[in-house]
Nanobody, 119 residues
Framework: VQLQASGGGSVQSGGSLGLSCVAS????????MGWYRQAPGNQRELVAT???????TYADSVKGRFTISRNNAKNTVYLHMNSLKPDDTAVYFC??????????????WGQGTLVTVSS
């Protein structure tokens, strides 16, 4: 199972960006999909997650500004980011866990995509 993230880029403070991440491979079921980020010198931290049933969780720092969603038919998770701040600058990683058809469970990471917010 692989995750391919896209989107990101550079934006000014207050702007918006969107990320998407597609899961591919021998997927029987996708459970929780999510976004994490890692700023230079910092540990990777949770941004938002969403279950297959649509239950979402957000880091306090992004509540009200970011929205996570998913398309189960397309094995895709999205992150729409509004009112971006310089503190949101980081490499964003998608993550997904679930079950394969024949190789048991998986928990995989995408390759990361850079989001840069300038003041």
């Amino acid at each position: 199972v692989q995750l391919q993230a896209s989107g990101g880029g550079s934006v000014q403070s207050g702007g918006s960006l969107g990320l998407s991440c597609v899961a591919s491979g021998s997927i029987f079921s996708l459970n929780v999909m999510g976004w994490y980020r890692q700023a230079p010198g910092n540990q990777r931290e949770l941004v938002a997650t969403i279950t297959s049933g649509g239950i979402t969780t957000y880091a306090d720092s992004v509540k009200g500004r970011f929205t996570i969603s998913r398309n189960n038919a397309k094995n895709t998770v999205y992150l729409h980011m509004n009112s971006l701040k310089p503190d949101d600058t980081a490499v964003y990683f998608c993550n997904a866990d679930g079950d394969t058809w024949s190789e048991g469970k998986f928990d995989v990471w995408g390759q990361g995509t850079l989001v840069t917010v300038s003041s």
